[in-house]
C-alpha cells in the first residue's frame, strides 16, 4: 500500500501520499525523529525528518522515533532498525502477525505493541481523509520511553507487553 509514511510509491488506488494521521502524533509525540517521512507533508510527524531523498535507513538516527514505514517487502529493513536504535520509538505498520519480521522484529524484540481497534483513515497529500485501510494496523514500542507513550495515549485498542 505505502512507501515513505505510507507515502510516494504507487499503490493499488489513484494515490501515492497515505499519511499518518496528525491525532495519532499527536496522542504519542512529541518526537525527534521521523526518518521515513513523506517530503510534502501538511503536518509534522516529529522535530527532524528524512523522506525518500534522504534515504533515512542510511541516516545517522538520534532521539526518539516516530516510524511508518515502508510497507510491503520493505518493512522489515525499517523494524530491524528501529529495534537496534538504543532511544527506541514507536512504528506503525499494517498488525500482520503472520510474517516472519512480526515474528523476529516485533515478538522478539519490541516492548509492547498497541493493536489499535478500527481500521485507520489514512490520509492524502493534503490532507484529506483517504478513507479506512486495507487491514489492521497496530503501533509498535521499542523501549520504555515508547511503551510509557503508547499506555497514555488513549488511543482505542488493546496494548500488549511483549517484553519486561
Given amino acids: 500500500m505505502s512507501f515513505y509514511n505510507a507515502a510516494d510509491v504507487r499503490s493499488s488506488s489513484t494515490t501515492d501520499v497515505w499519511l499518518t494521521p496528525p491525532e495519532i502524533v499527536q496522542a504519542l509525540g512529541p518526537f525527534d525523529l521521523d526518518p521515513s517521512a513523506a517530503c510534502n507533508r ?13 534515504d533515512g535507513l542510511a541516516q545517522p538516527w538520534d532521539g526518539l522515533v516516530f516510524l511508518n514505514p515502508p510497507y510491503g517487502r ?23 502477525t503472520d510474517t516472519r519480521w512480526a515474528h523476529d522484529l516485533v515478538f522478539e524484540k519490541a516492548t509492547s505493541v498497541l493493536f ?27 523501549g520504555e520511553e515508547a511503551h510509557a507513550r ?15
Fill in 42 to 54: 501538511p503536518w509534522d510527524t516529529a522535530r527532524n525528518h528524512f523522506c525518500i531523498h534522504d
Fill in 74 to 96: 520493505e518493512t522489515p529493513k525499517w523494524l530491524k532498525r528501529l529495534s537496534e536504535h538504543p532511544q527506541g520509538g514507536v512504528a506503525l505498520t499494517f498488525a500482520r
Fill in 116 to 142: 489499535v481497534r478500527s481500521r485507520i483513515s489514512f490520509r492524502r497529500a493534503n490532507g484529506e481523509a483517504a478513507g479506512k485501510a486495507g487491514a489492521p494496523s497496530w503501533l509498535i514500542a521499542y
Fill in 150 to 164: 503508547l499506555a497514555s495515549s488513549n488511543i482505542d485498542g488493546v496494548l500488549l507487553r511483549v517484553r519486561p
